[in-house]
């Protein structure tokens, strides 16, 4: 079992910056990739970013590239999304979540967090 949870959500005004973080606990060793998804009312749940435990290879949706950055601090068991330049459309539910392989897609993931709101104002 893996627990997840995330922090640092809040409301911000666009041009802001933000930091989430996503705490993981329990059998971490045993999912390689953590990733991002953002969830608005009423659309899917989409990818953001994720990042490798052992290499710190990255990959970041095309709507963030450049504005967010996600990072790990493997002695904390800890992942981090930087988001600057924010923009109203980054407004949704921010998802922690864990798998086995490198993967854009949610149902690759089987473990999740709670999820953070992050609301951005224009």
């Known amino acids: 079992q893996v627990q997840l949870v995330e922090s640092g959500g809040g409301l911000v005004q666009a041009g802001g910056s933000l930091r989430l973080s996503c705490a993981a606990s329990?059998?971490?060793?045993?999912?390689?990739?953590m990733g991002w998804f953002r969830q608005a009312p009423g659309k899917e749940r989409t990818f953001v970013s994720f990042?490798?435990?052992?290499?710190?290879?990255?990959e970041y949706a095309d709507s963030v590239k450049g504005r967010f950055t996600i990072s790990r601090d493997n002695a904390k068991n800890t992942v981090y999304l930087q988001m600057n330049n924010v923009k109203p459309e980054d407004t949704a539910i921010y998802y922690c979540?864990?798998?086995?392989?490198?993967?854009?897609?949610?149902?690759?993931?089987?473990?999740w967090g709670q999820g953070t709101q992050v609301t951005v104002s224009s």
């Open positions: 979540a864990a798998a086995i392989v490198t993967s854009r897609l949610p149902r690759a993931y089987d473990y």
């Open positions: 329990g059998r971490t060793f045993s999912r390689n990739t």
């Open positions: 990042i490798t435990w052992s290499t710190g290879r990255t």
